[in-house]
């Protein structure tokens, strides 16, 4: 008998370059676990470092319903490591319970909001040359 493969942690978001932005969706509606949380900040760390100059960053909350104060830090991280490279933050389709947790923590002006996703990266072009709306990659 082989040794078994190390447990590999399920992927807590997906992202995807579409027309020049790196776009971030996360896979769970609860961001409310702490293990799930540092995954999450581990998995958006290893997309950022490799970013570049003047880079253009899309965070999708589509479909996420909580969110704990953990995840404000998480966003503040992303904010500040975007802002070192002078690129483009959007935080889009927030949902309400999002939104109240920043406006309790009074930090929606430290960002920039959208409720459409396609409005700030555009279509995706498919081979056909057609455009799509945005789709998701597993």
Do not use: Y
Not at 111 to 125: E, M, P, Y
């Amino acid at each position: 008998m082989g040794a078994a493969e190390p447990h590999k942690p399920m992927k807590q978001i997906r992202s995807e370059n579409i027309n020049n932005w790196l776009v971030i969706r996360f896979v769970a509606n609860r961001l409310t676990d702490p293990m799930t949380v540092a995954q999450i900040c581990d998995e958006t760390d290893q997309l950022l470092m490799a970013i570049p100059e003047r880079a253009q960053v899309a965070i999708s909350f589509a479909g996420v319903d909580f969110v704990s104060s953990q995840v404000i830090g998480l966003l503040l991280g992303i904010r500040d490591q975007v802002r070192k490279k002078h690129g483009t933050l959007v935080l889009c389709k927030v949902g309400k319970h999002v939104l109240d947790v920043l406006r309790i923590t009074r930090l929606e002006r430290q960002f920039t909001l959208s409720d459409s996703l396609s409005a700030i990266v555009g279509k995706r072009k498919v081979s056909s040359g057609r455009s799509s709306d945005v789709t998701w990659i597993g």
